[in-house]
């Protein structure tokens, strides 16, 4: 089978196959059950890994899609609860011990999920990286259930289909495609820098500015009562 160089994606790959012909398209779902759980494990190889085993005949396309798209829906519920374990109150506890973070930071990310979780849930399932860390703010802000699963089930039907015909149409070429998805990963870890680095030096120069007022406040009241 053609693999791209790295001994680590040739192994993952290896271990994904085995998986499918050892119990079928029920391995598929395990394989990315877990890589929602763990998100460096990369879907972009585990679901064309999926097609291509079908296009083989080892199970159809209708299988190796429920089954994915199921594990993706499993994986997404345990994080899901990690993020209800968690909640607000303790994540308001952990951001005032957090240097640039406050608790009004997380009111502000919890009312914003309110508004637009929904939207948040079905898309982020179509986004690397933010496809597995979706889950916790639904968790945090007991997005009901129902919901939750609909819309995981939904993206996710939408993102898995992309990469498990891809792999079944393109076959021992499927590698193809990881190219295309390793430009829009990059595209959104550069994007999730750059608003890491806005937000530190923002609240930096906000921290700055408080300490500089303060400052001078008490340099006018040392010269009054002088």
Same mark, same amino acid.
């Given at each position: 089978?053609?693999?791209?160089?790295?001994?680590?994606?040739?192994?993952?790959?290896?271990? &994904?196959?085995?998986?499918?012909?050892?119990?079928?398209?029920?391995?598929?779902?395990?394989?990315?059950?877990?890589?929602?759980?763990?998100?460096?494990?990369? &879907?972009?190889?585990?679901? $064309?890994?999926?097609?291509?085993?079908?296009? %083989?005949?080892?199970?159809?396309?209708?299988?190796?899609?429920?089954?994915?798209?199921?594990?993706?829906?499993?994986?997404?519920?345990?994080?899901?609860?990690?993020?209800?374990?968690?909640?607000?109150?303790?994540?308001?506890?952990?951001?005032?011990?957090?240097?640039?973070?406050?608790?009004?930071?997380?009111?502000?990310? @919890?009312?914003?999920?309110?508004?637009?979780?929904?939207?948040? +849930?079905?898309?982020? %399932?179509? =986004?690397?990286?933010? %496809? &597995?860390?979706?889950? =916790? $703010?639904?968790? @945090?802000? %007991?997005? $009901?259930?129902?919901?939750?699963?609909?819309?995981?089930?939904?993206? &996710?039907?939408?993102?898995?289909?992309?990469?498990?015909?891809?792999?079944?149409?393109?076959?021992?070429?499927?590698? +193809?495609?990881?190219?295309?998805?390793?430009?829009?990963?990059? +595209?959104? =870890?550069?994007?999730?820098?750059?608003? +890491?680095?806005?937000?530190?030096?923002?609240?930096?120069?906000?921290?700055?500015?408080?300490?500089?007022?303060?400052?001078?406040?008490?340099?006018?009241?040392?010269?009054?009562?002088?």
């Amino acid at each position: 089978m053609a693999t791209p160089d790295g001994s680590w994606l040739t192994a993952l790959v290896d271990w &994904s196959v085995s998986l499918m012909e050892v119990i079928g398209p029920a391995g598929a779902g395990l394989a990315i059950a877990l890589e929602n759980v763990f998100p460096p494990l990369p &879907s972009e190889v585990i679901l $064309p890994m999926a097609g291509l085993t079908a296009s %083989r005949g080892t199970f159809t396309l209708f299988e190796a899609l429920f089954w994915t798209t199921l594990g993706s829906i499993v994986g997404a519920f345990a994080l899901y609860g990690l993020g209800r374990w968690l909640g607000a109150e303790r994540l308001r506890g952990l951001a005032a011990r957090i240097p640039l973070l406050h608790p009004e930071d997380i009111d502000r990310s @919890v009312a914003w999920f309110h508004r637009h979780g929904g939207k948040a +849930v079905f898309f982020g %399932r179509m =986004i690397p990286l933010f %496809r &597995s860390l979706i889950s =916790i $703010p639904a968790g @945090v802000t %007991r997005m $009901p259930l129902w919901k939750f699963g609909i819309l995981t089930a939904a993206g &996710s039907l939408v993102w898995n289909t992309i990469f498990v015909l891809a792999g079944y149409l393109l076959g021992e070429q499927w590698h +193809v495609v990881e190219m295309y998805a390793d430009i829009l990963q990059y +595209v959104v =870890i550069a994007a999730v820098g750059i608003g +890491v680095a806005w937000f530190v030096w923002a609240r930096t120069r906000t921290l700055l500015r408080h300490k500089g007022a303060g400052r001078a406040d008490a340099s006018t009241a040392a010269g009054e009562e002088g």
